[in-house]
């Protein structure tokens, strides 16, 4: 069977990781590589075991020996792109997050449809063997009902000042939004759906920018599932982490709990019977030769990959509606801060505490907390 020609728009880091998995899958993609920078793409051909190169992302696209294209470039670009790709009769593959805007799901839909084509969103972690593992183990009802979700992603790793991901407007937002989007769809994609969200944004650092990294950095997201079931994710990449990023999460339920390294390295089943260690996958860890071959199933039978735009577009509804919360609960902090009454002048903190004339304790709460 043919392999299927991919071409990768954008020649940069991300561009790396995915053609040093592609090189071990020769029978299904030879790659090539567009730049504007037309150098870099010849280098990127010659690294990777590539086929060719181009010095501009119309050439790749227009190029009729090419099936489908990779869209690896900053956030901002990305429906342009699909759109292009699309219209010229080719598979897409767009990194995530796909799109700034929740409403650019439905442009890309239509022209999916329109044009007959595959769209698969680069959500890698859908496919890693971790990934699998745990929806595997929750529909065998490994613990029983789950009752908790604890997700934990912390590490220090700051962008430096010259990337890109710190233009929010490149990058459709800041760290969160670009990275922690991953994270939000493993809580989300386990078997039971995520119903209510809510999102806590620690502030920036009194201390200034982290080694460059001008971004807000952290996020606590709190949500439901539609079994009742509750769950947390803390995302951080201004907290140090034992080993540079060694971290635990869980899954409690009603008759047990797994505990697994969030990078998937094993996790620890505690159920029915004796608790088991079990090392989900070393040979994919992270799931991108999964999703490359649902990518070239589905460009070959004609279907649906499991990363589908449709699926793509919960988790960034899910994420919309956490930095709506967000911002709701900033602007009721800030109010707060704002109508905090200061004592009258020679009067001490006791008696301005105190309730005036008239006013019971309970009224005096109520006020403080409207």
């Not at 900033?330 to 109508?339: F, L, S, V």
Request: glycine share 10%; hydrophobic share 40%.
């Amino acid at each position: 069977m043919k392999p299927v020609h991919l071409a990768f728009l954008g020649c940069g880091f991300i561009t790396r990781v995915h053609s040093r998995h592609l090189r071990k899958m020769s029978g299904d993609f030879v790659c090539s590589y567009a730049s504007r920078d037309v150098a870099r793409a010849a280098e990127f051909q010659k690294a990777h075991g590539g086929v060719g190169h181009y010095g501009s992302y119309d050439d790749a696209i227009n190029d009729p020996d090419v099936d489908a294209v990779v869209i690896a470039v900053p956030t901002r670009y990305h429906l342009e792109l699909a759109l292009q790709a699309l219209g010229a009769g080719k598979h897409v593959l767009v990194e995530k997050p796909a799109f700034p805007l929740l409403e650019d799901y439905q442009t890309a839909i239509d022209a999916r449809d329109k044009a007959g084509r595959v769209v698969i969103v680069g959500e890698n972690d859908h496919y890693k063997p971790l990934c699998v593992t745990l929806r595997r183990l929750l529909a065998e009802n490994a613990i029983g009902e789950m009752v908790f979700g604890h997700f934990v992603t912390i590490m220090k790793k700051p962008k430096t000042a010259d990337d890109w991901r710190n233009d929010e407007e490149m990058a459709g937002g800041d760290a969160f939004f670009e990275e922690g989007i991953h994270w939000l769809h493993i809580a989300g994609s386990l078997g039971p759906e995520i119903r209510t969200i809510h999102g806590y944004r620690p502030p920036l650092s009194k201390d200034g920018p982290l080694e460059g990294d001008v971004r807000r950095k952290s996020m606590l997201v709190s949500f439901q599932y539609d079994t009742g079931a509750a769950g947390a994710l803390y995302y951080s990449r201004e907290i140090p982490s034992l080993f540079r990023g060694l971290r635990w999460s869980k899954l409690f339920g009603r008759e047990g709990i797994i505990t697994f390294e969030s990078n998937g390295v094993f996790m620890i089943v505690r159920g029915r019977g004796l608790p088991r260690c079990t090392f989900p996958g070393f040979r994919d860890i992270r799931g991108y030769r999964a999703m490359y071959r649902d990518f070239a199933g589905a460009i070959r039978e004609g279907g649906a990959p499991e990363m589908s735009l449709e699926r793509a577009r919960v988790d960034h509804r899910l994420m919309d509606e956490a930095y709506a919360s967000a911002a709701a609960s900033e602007c009721r902090i800030g109010a707060g801060a704002t109508n905090v009454a200061e004592p009258a002048v020679g009067a001490d903190a006791d008696s301005a505490a105190e309730p005036a004339v008239g006013e019971d304790a309970d009224s005096v709460a109520e006020s403080a907390g409207s």
